[in-house]
């Protein structure tokens, strides 16, 4: 155990999957240097050598994951949870069980709360034909209390010209989720945990300069779960405490944090929120309270599909249009300023 001065509980290594503590279930961190599309969305390469419907290979720079053609996960059910999708370059296709409809990217996230349970698909459309395709994304599962595991699905696009940004000398803070001084972030789904005030939820984007220095604030719970995560550059310091490429660290949520670069940039994700402190049961998608609850999960599956699906595969896509947008399931249109 660290003694009592260290901010630092716990360090782990970060693999494509990070792990994660409550109300958190995980994240995963997707980076892909795709080569310029086909027509079809698909790369130009050839897909020769790749486990296509589960491919994970990082073969040459980027992976299909379950997509045959188009890069993605194509229609897969969920229950009980939430998918906070940042995708800090490239785009995603979203479509769903409900007949919603989204494309984002470029710094967007959308927050789909699956409640009593959706179906949808997430592919990595290439629209460039003409260069390159680069993706980075994180998806990160939230947990859903009792209460609120049999709400209806919905989602909620959080456009990046909503995302208020911190800038200080040699940093600088992308405020997903939470407060960071006066800067307060979209609203979440209303039946998130995040929703909850007591809840202390935060999801920052910390960029470090070379030879910055920065002051994480407390968090207003001493029982917040607070874990920084370094994805970008060959370490900092945590106090006095180092911090390794590619390793994440539990700390302490209700002191405050001087993080310090040295030579080379830094980038961190920090993520914190208050346990919601009830039983987890999981098993792939689907998220409950108790064993039971996964088997109903299941049956609930099984009998309607989650309302079917609309789509006429089960990997659609949006063509080849820049434009971001969504459409919900009420038909109501958003779409982010040009």
């Given amino acids: 155990m ?9 360090r782990f290594s970060l693999g494509s999957q990070w792990p994660m503590f409550d109300p958190f279930l995980f994240c995963a961190h997707h980076v892909d240097a795709y080569p310029a599309g ?7 390469e050839s897909l020769a050598g790749r486990s296509l ?3 994970f290979s990082a073969l040459n720079g980027w992976s299909m994951y379950h997509g045959n ?12 949870f939430e998918t906070i999708s940042y995708v800090r370059d490239g785009l995603m296709d979203h479509a769903d069980s409900l007949g919603a409809t989204a494309r984002f990217g470029q710094g967007d996230v959308q927050w789909m709360t699956a409640g009593a349970g959706v179906q949808h698909s997430e592919m990595f459309p290439l629209i460039n034909t003409d260069g390159s395709n680069p993706l980075e994304m994180f998806q990160i599962w939230l947990n859903l209390p009792a209460a609120d595991k049999m709400v209806d699905p919905y989602f909620t696009m959080l456009w990046r010209h909503t995302i208020p940004t911190f800038d200080g000398e040699g940093v600088e803070v992308v405020v997903l989720a939470g ?4 800067l307060v972030a979209p609203k979440p789904p209303a039946n998130s945990w995040a929703s909850r005030h007591e809840s202390d939820i935060a999801i920052w984007h910390i960029k470090l300069s070379p030879g910055a220095r920065w002051t994480v604030p407390p968090a207003r719970d001493a029982a917040t779960n607070r874990a920084l995560y370094l994805f970008e550059g060959p370490g900092l310091m945590v106090g006095s405490e180092p911090l390794d490429a590619n390793q994440g660290a539990r700390v302490l949520a209700d002191v405050s944090l001087e993080l310090a670069t040295g030579d080379e940039r830094a980038e961190l994700l920090l993520i914190q929120g208050r346990p919601i402190g009830e039983p987890v049961a999981q098993y792939g998608p689907f998220v409950m309270n108790t064993e039971d609850e996964i088997h109903q999960a299941f049956a609930d599956y099984r009998a309607t599909q989650f309302g079917g699906w609309p789509w006429p595969d089960h990997e659609p896509n949006h063509g080849r249009v820049k434009t971001r947008f969504a459409v919900h399931a009420d038909g109501r ?6």
């Fill in 333 to 338: 249109s958003d779409e982010p300023p040009a």
């Fill in 69 to 80: 053609r188009v890069p993605g996960f194509p229609q897969h059910p969920h229950r009980g």
């Fill in 53 to 55: 419907g589960s491919d």
């Fill in 179 to 182: 407060e960071l001084q006066n």
């Fill in 38 to 44: 086909a027509e079809d969305l698909g790369p130009v």
């Fill in 2 to 10: 660290p003694d009592q001065q260290s901010p630092v509980l716990e």
